[in-house]
């Protein structure tokens, strides 16, 4: 009987041997993990959404907030697309919560693409994306030489693509801003000294109306000022104002007294500005406006004898000197000479021409860019009465824009047969150099430290129209 309940007391000590094993093998015994029912979500793009640097050969990375189940990341819940393509070729691999994205072919130069990530992806627990992301990026074309001269076209995802660039400046800091137009607003990129754009922004929004005709440049606080004029009839000068990020600030619309068009806008006292143009007052009158800090009228003028139009502004003195044209067919240089409240001092006319900017030299003269009614790119000097010092013709084209040296010359810019003119002229008025570069029309051009800046506006043979290029000293890319 003792032998008997030995052998049942062993048996049961086995027993509880056996089961704490049991539950030492399976860990603590308590309650069980809940289920993961989090979406995860993206927390990461590169390239950036919006760049619109991207080199061709790129790869494309996307970070989510967990780790990811691969066989989710397909070509159907990871779509690259764009560049004239419904789908892009791409390779995809998964490393735990970072997608990379490699397209199988160089991407197009200028092509603008879109990558979709759906909610198709999903994370280890199976749950899925908790919303689709777009990204949205450009391939840009930048070309550059040994000189440090180069061509860089401006693209913007939200950027519409009738944009014609028509205002370049070099900032205080030596960086570059320009301005275009388009029939959705006013679009305002920064670029560093070396061409790569820092940012792009619509700086003002329309609908139904394009805008044409803008001009730039930065105030002492580092806004930039422009204006435009509408597109809708009757047309209306705009005046507005942008960060210095490119975000709208302030605008502000003209109409003269029927209608008004601007062309032109610089500093003036007081971060105010000027701007002028042509008008309806009844008839053509060329228009002479000054503006508030935030683009509003100080004083409105009609300006000239006959039909007349505005086209280039500076400051003269306490006053302004504003250039233009006279009648039709053909038309006349013409010039006036107004003191700081917008009334005329003198006005002259310079003989068959239109002319488009003004700028002031070293040594007290003015330069006049423009077109003589034999299609040929004229410059004109006069002093600070009107009379003509020098006259050069540049040949055949059409003169647009031109910018100051600090040797009393200057550089014009413009067009002919289709291709970028740009010319340097001495302080006397000698032609030194006439280059004829990319196909386009240059329509203005500032003065870096190391070359010449030119805002490109419509190509003539192709439909790019969005370009900034920089040449070197002797006008070379």
Same mark, same amino acid.
């Given at each position: ?382 002093? +600070?009465? @009107?009379?003509?010092? !020098? &006259?050069? %013709?540049?040949?055949? $084209?059409? =003169? /647009?824009?031109? *910018?100051?040296?600090? #040797? ?18 001495? +302080?006397? @008025?000698?032609?030194? !150099? &006439?280059? %004829?570069?990319?196909? $386009?029309? =240059? /329509?203005?051009? *500032?003065?870096?430290? #190391? ?27």
């Amino acid at each position: 009987m003792k032998h008997r309940l030995v052998q049942l007391l062993l048996l049961a000590l086995v027993a509880t041997i056996a089961i704490t094993c049991s539950k030492s093998d399976n860990g603590p015994s308590g309650p069980s993990t809940p289920a993961d029912t989090t979406s995860p979500y993206v927390t990461g793009i590169s390239p950036d959404s919006n760049n619109f640097n991207v080199t061709p050969t790129a790869h494309l990375l996307v970070t989510v907030s967990e780790d990811l189940n691969a066989t989710s990341v397909t070509r159907s819940s990871v779509v690259l697309s764009g560049g004239g393509a419904d789908t892009v070729t791409t390779t995809l691999s998964v490393l735990g919560n970072v997608i990379t994205v490699t397209p199988t072919a160089s991407l197009l130069n200028a092509g603008l693409y879109q990558l979709d990530i759906t909610q198709a992806v999903e994370d280890k627990a199976g749950n899925a994306l908790r919303e689709s992301m777009r990204m949205t990026f450009g391939i840009e074309p930048y070309t550059a030489t040994a000189s440090g001269a180069w061509v860089r076209r401006i693209r913007s995802g939200y950027m519409s693509p009738d944009v014609s660039l028509s205002s370049v400046i070099v900032k205080q800091d030596g960086s570059i801003a320009v301005a275009g137009a388009a029939d959705d607003g006013m679009y305002t990129a920064a670029l560093s000294a070396t061409g790569e754009v820092s940012w792009i922004r619509k700086s003002y929004a329309t609908t139904g109306a394009a805008l044409v005709s803008s001009d730039l440049f930065e105030r002492q606080d580092g806004f930039l000022v422009g204006c435009a004029t509408s597109g809708l009839s009757p047309n209306a000068g705009l005046v507005y104002g942008a960060l210095q990020l490119g975000t709208p600030a302030f605008n502000y619309s003209y109409t003269g007294q029927s209608w008004a068009q601007l062309h032109s806008i610089i500093q003036t006292a007081s971060y105010g500005a000027a701007g002028c143009g042509v008008a309806g007052a009844p008839g053509a009158k060329a228009y002479l406006v000054k503006t508030t800090p935030y683009g509003g009228p100080v004083w409105q003028r009609y300006l000239g004898t006959g039909e007349c139009r505005g086209h280039g502004l500076v400051a003269a003195g306490t006053g302004f000197l504003l250039c233009g044209s006279q009648g039709v067919s053909p038309a006349t240089g013409l010039v006036i000479k107004t003191n700081d409240t917008g009334v005329t001092v003198w006005e002259h006319t310079y003989g068959p021409a239109s002319f488009e900017d003004i700028v002031s030299l070293t040594g007290g003269l003015f330069a006049i860019a423009g077109t003589t009614s034999a299609n040929h790119i004229v410059v004109v000097a006069i002093d +600070s009465s @009107g009379t003509e010092q !020098w &006259r050069t %013709d540049i040949g055949a $084209g059409t =003169g /647009h824009a031109l *910018a100051a040296l600090t #040797d009393g010359g200057c550089v014009v810019t413009g067009e002919a047969s289709g291709k970028v003119v740009l010319a340097k002229l001495s +302080s006397s @008025g000698v032609l030194t !150099w &006439r280059r %004829d570069l990319i196909d $386009g029309s =240059g /329509h203005s051009v *500032a003065v870096a430290a #190391d070359g010449y800046v030119i805002a490109v506006g419509p190509r003539v043979f192709t439909t790019d129209k969005t370009y900034v290029m920089k040449t070197d000293l002797s006008g070379n890319l």
